[in-house]
């Protein structure tokens, strides 16, 4: 009966092209299980690192942030021209020390990006504080 077990063996093999999409697979591992993928908080002041004021490359702002912080705790900087970047120097306890003075935890990064006015409305447009607006440390 050499025949009928090859075919036994074609009907069996197993199917590999559905269900086994490897960026499927990414997605659905990378899910997360909280609804949180980003916590973000304001930040009027500069950003200094290493005795360096962390400024926009683009059009050269030095205060008035998006702080976001990712869920691998990567912190991305966000400027009023809608520029984003990621701050590989700063950390998550950077993020949570900003948060705690006084800075307001947003729970979705795209309610914040509007809300918050950093999709580019408000870009060159740097609200009032006590600070001297345009001097960069
Ligand atoms: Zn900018």
């Not at 092209?17 to 973000?40: H, K, M, N, V, Y």
């Not at 900087?77 to 947003?106: I, N, T």
Request: charged share 25%.
């Amino acid at each position: 009966m050499p025949t009928e077990e090859l075919q036994h063996s074609r009907t069996t093999a197993p199917e590999t092209t559905a269900g086994d999409d490897p960026l499927l697979r990414l997605q659905e591992a990378s899910e997360p299980d909280d609804s949180i993928r980003f916590r973000t908080t304001t930040h009027a002041d500069p950003i200094t690192i290493t005795g360096i004021t962390v400024m926009c490359a683009k059009c050269s702002a030095c205060r008035d942030w998006l702080v976001i912080c990712d869920r691998r705790n990567q912190i991305f900087l966000r400027c009023r021209c809608a520029h984003e970047w990621h701050e590989p120097e700063l950390s998550r306890a950077d993020f949570e020390a900003m948060v705690g003075e006084g800075g307001q935890k947003y729970p979705s990064l795209d309610a914040v990006v509007r809300d918050a006015g950093y999709d580019g409305t408000l870009a060159g447009t740097y609200l009032p504080d006590d600070l001297d607006a345009g001097t960069c440390g």
